[in-house]
């Protein structure tokens, strides 16, 4: 069981950044984790995904570029840098964990946050 509580959000606006974090109740070496996101009204998004054991990130084009996604398994901590901020890019994010690979598609990740609102308004 691993418990992950997210941080860092806020209300930003339009082309500045923020980072996120995703701090883990205990190790987290062996999980792939990966960044959703959910606007008002709107189905859950994809945003990136990094596996375990070198496994590097992967982006929808939607924030390739923009988005970074780092983890650091001595801290048990994920974070989410994200530059250029949108309006578009307004939703509320969740870190998630799954124990086999990284994965683009929520139903396979195992372990959920409860999320952080990120709002780019100005």
């Known amino acids: 069981q691993v418990e992950l509580v997210e941080s860092g959000g806020g209300l930003v606006q339009p082309g500045d950044s923020l980072v996120l974090s995703c701090a883990a109740s205990g190790p987290i070496s062996d999980y792939g984790m990966g960044w959703f996101r959910q606007a008002l009204g709107k189905e859950r998004e994809f945003v990136t995904a990094?596996?375990?054991?070198?496994?590097?990130?992967i982006y929808p084009n939607s924030v390739k570029g923009r988005f970074t996604f780092t983890r650091d398994d001595a801290k048990n901590t994920v974070y989410l840098q994200m530059n250029n901020l949108k309006p578009e890019d307004t939703a509320v994010y969740y870190c998630?964990?799954?124990?086999?690979?990284?994965?683009?598609?929520?139903?396979?990740?195992?372990?959920w946050g409860q999320g952080t609102q990120v709002t780019v308004s100005s």
């Open positions: 990094i596996g375990a054991r070198g496994i590097g990130p």
């Open positions: 998630a964990a799954i124990t086999d690979g990284r994965s683009m598609l929520d139903w396979e990740y195992d372990y």
